[in-house]
């Protein structure tokens, strides 16, 4: 095993998902550090994706992973198209309200009502 995605096929077999392949592909590209800071994320919870053993947010990470290397976008009703993962970072934002920015509360007012924020929290109560 050599290679990021070598790590990857090994790890998961045959229930690799595309977005995993997709992340060890760029980790081989570039190098695992890299990835993470276009993730915006630690360079150890991408080892851990490609070895299985992350114990945190799958779909947040694929999500970010989908609007980040595979160009996934969303349809967003206060901002129109967008990428997933900044979808995601506007949701995070978008959790606490602040008077300072209208756009921060503009999207406060959005997220909350937005149907992705719906369904992200229904499936978190079943988990």
């Avoid at 592909?25 to 992350?54: F, M």
């Avoid at 999500?63 to 976008?73: I, L, T």
């Avoid at 993962?85 to 309200?97: I, L, P, S, T, Y």
Wanted: net charge positive.
């Amino acid at each position: 095993m050599n290679g990021p995605l070598d790590i990857a096929r090994a790890s998961w077999g045959d229930d690799l998902p595309d977005w995993i392949e997709t992340l060890a592909i760029e980790c081989g590209k570039t190098s695992q550090n890299k990835v993470a800071g276009l993730l915006d994320r630690s360079p150890t919870v991408i080892s851990q994706l490609l070895r299985r053993k992350y114990p945190g947010n799958l779909p947040g990470l694929e999500e970010r992973v989908r609007g980040v290397f595979q160009s996934a976008v969303v349809r967003c009703p206060a901002l129109g198209t967008m990428p997933a993962h900044v979808c995601q970072d506007w949701r995070a934002k978008g959790a606490e309200f602040q008077t300072g920015n209208p756009l921060r509360v503009r999207m406060y007012r959005a997220c909350r009502t937005c149907p992705r924020a719906a369904a992200k929290a229904v499936r978190e109560e079943t988990q």
